[in-house]
Each structure stands twice: as C-alpha cells, then as structure tokens.
C-alpha cells in the first residue's frame, strides 16, 4: 500500500513539473471582432452594397403611408369603385413591402454571416501564428471563466490582424 502511495505522490509532482513547463494564452474573441479593421471594412461594404435597397424599402412604405392617408382622409367622398380600388392597391403594395423587407433580411444575413465568417478565418489565422511564433502550448478562446492579464493575448491578435493585408 506505501508503494501504491508513493508511486502516485512520484507520478504527481512529475506531472506538476511538466505542467509549470506549459505556456498557455487566452484570446478574448468578442473584444478582438470589435476592434478588427476588417470588421469595420466589411460593415462599410455591406452598407454600401445594401443602402440602395435600404432606401427603396423606405421609399416603398412612404408610398403606402400616403397611400393609407388619402383613403382616411378621402374615403368618404370617393366612389365605390375607387375605393375599392385604392384599399386593393394598398393591399398590394403592402404585399409587395413585405416580401421586398424579408428577401432584404435574408440577403443582408446571408452576406453578414459570409463576412463574419472570413473574418472569423483570418482571426483564427492570426492566433494561430501568435501561438507558433510565441511557443504556446495552449490558447483558449471561449467559455473561459477567468484568465489572468499574464496570459491574455488578445492584443497581439488585435495587432497581428491590424497588420494583414485586406
């Protein structure tokens, strides 16, 4: 039974020795994507491939604000026909409206989602160099409690991504 104790108390403190060797990092992912250039980059170009379609939809729901107005305002001394006519036009058009906001959400989510995830790539490129060039043994990213200012590395990430090319 000593033996059985003294071999494990030996096989603990060899595992502490090699463990005091290790060199371990954390990476704070959130605070990196809000400083990134490129995260900035890619809002710019969303915005610019978007806001054409953006204003339209605006353009679009002023029409039919409009449109509403007349038929309150005008309702009781319109013809039948012609209000029957413009509550179907106003009917289509807020159709139209929102079929336009829901392809619009889709298209936006969808080019988001595919600039995040190449952003999200060259993150991972960038702490993967930290790690090599730096001989760590460990970086963790998300679902860490804490991690000691010692071994945050999530500035050097912000750096290293800061000096990639586009």
Wanted: net charge positive.
């Amino acid at each position: 039974m000593k033996t059985k104790i003294a071999l494990f108390l030996g096989l603990l403190l060899a595992a502490n020795a090699s463990y005091a060797d290790l060199k371990i990092g954390f990476v704070n992912i959130p605070a990196v994507l809000e400083k990134a250039p490129q995260a900035e980059k890619a809002k710019k170009r969303l915005e610019q491939e978007f806001s054409p379609r953006d204003k339209q939809l605006v353009a679009q729901q002023k029409e039919i604000q409009s449109m509403d107005e007349r038929m309150t305002k005008d309702a009781a001394v319109m013809g039948e026909s012609a209000r029957a006519n413009l509550e179907k036009d106003i009917l289509n058009k807020k159709r139209d409206a929102k079929r336009a906001q829901q392809e619009f959400s889709e298209d936006f989510n969808a080019r988001r989602n595919e600039e995040l995830g190449k952003l999200q790539r060259r993150i991972v490129e960038a702490i993967r160099e930290i790690a090599k060039d730096q001989n760590f043994d460990l970086l963790l990213t998300d679902g860490v409690i804490y991690a000691s200012e010692k071994i945050d590395v999530t500035s050097q990430v912000q750096q290293k991504l800061s000096a990639m090319p586009e």
